[in-house]
Each structure stands twice: as C-alpha cells, then as structure tokens.
C-alpha cells in the first residue's frame, strides 16, 4: 500500500467518525508541519502555533476532503495558508528564512559530525549553507515557495501546482528562474567569505 493510499485509509476512517485515525495523521506529519511554519516566523513557539492552527483547520474540513490529491498535499497548503495569515496578521517583520535560527543550526551541527572530517570542511560547508539561504531570501515568495517545495520537500510538479494553485507549466517556469537566480547569485558572490 503507498504512503498516499494509507493516508486515504486515515482519512475515509476520520470521515467516518474516528477520531484516533486523525492522531494517527498529526503523529505522522507534525514536524514536517512544524518545519514548514518555521519557513515563516523565526519563533519556534509562533511555529507550534501556525501547526496547531493547520491541524485544527485540517481536521475541520476533512469532511470535505475528496482525495484527489494527496493529503501531505492538502495539508501542506493549508498549513502554508495559516502561515501566510498569520504573518500577514502579525505585527512583526518575519523573515522567511531565518539563519541565525538556533534549532538549525543543532540539527544542522549534529549531521556536520558525522559527515565531516576537519574544521575547514565545516567552515566551508557554513559559509556555502549561509550563502545558499541569503540566495533563497532574494528571491520573491512564489519563486522561493517553489523551489523549497520542490528541492527540500521533494514534491513532484503536479503536487506543486496543487499546493500553489496554478498550472504545472507555471510551476516549472517558477523552478526554472528561481535556479536561474540562486546560480547567479551563488556565482556573483562565491568568492566572498565571511
């Protein structure tokens, strides 16, 4: 059975007045929900609350969820849609991507020990990480949104279109540019270290 089959099966059962089938569902997905808001407000605890707000807002309107996409899918745009809100209802300036993040850079470090032999690999590999999310923070909302979507969460163009509500073709131009502007920008300052 796929992933995207046995999410359906949760679904159909939360339909039918289970409620533990959608436990289940929070189980499997809430730090990728988490880890989406997180692409949205700095504040770790403002990114718990954008991901309680979405599986709420999920768990509303499962009723009226048919399964012509997969559920990550759905999710994934309502939990983007709370986080657009809520920014856009909040009274700070929110960064998109944030750097300096502390829980980044744990998550990043632990890996950096086992993957990486001496400190001036690790040195490298943070100024080309920096560089890459000052690339990232240049670009609009719909090119970023796209292109995170598509290298970081890995979904197909179709699924894409879904969440960003357009056609696939517009999906690709999108991926397309925003490559064409991080390579320019990795190239244009690649040799700046800081």
Not at 28 to 45: E, H, L, T
Not at 76 to 86: G, L, P, Q, S
Not at 138 to 151: F, T
Request: proline share 2%; glycine share 4%.
């Amino acid at each position: 059975m796929s992933e995207q089959d046995a999410d359906l099966q949760l679904v159909r059962l939360v339909q039918q007045g289970k409620k533990q089938a959608f436990d289940l569902l929070v189980k499997k997905y809430q730090y990728k929900v988490i880890g989406i808001a997180q692409r949205y407000v700095s504040n770790p605890d403002d990114a718990q609350d954008i991901a309680q707000e979405a599986f709420i807002k999920t768990y509303r309107a499962l009723a009226d969820f048919r399964g012509e996409s997969a559920f990550y899918t759905w999710l994934y745009r309502i939990t983007v849609n709370t986080a657009m809100n809520y920014v856009s209802s909040s009274a700070n300036k929110i960064r998109a991507v944030d750097v300096d993040t502390p829980e980044i850079e744990s998550y990043d470090g632990s890996e950096r020990l086992h993957d990486i032999d001496n400190p001036e690999s690790i040195m490298v590999g943070e100024d080309a990480r920096k560089l890459i999310m000052k690339a990232l923070e240049s670009l609009s909302e719909d090119l970023r949104q796209a292109i995170c979507l598509r290298e970081i969460d890995e979904m197909s163009y179709e699924d894409i279109a879904v969440v960003m509500n357009c056609p696939v073709g517009t999906v690709r131009s999108r991926i397309f540019r925003a490559r064409e502007i991080i390579d320019k920008y990795l190239s244009d300052n690649s040799g700046m270290r800081k």
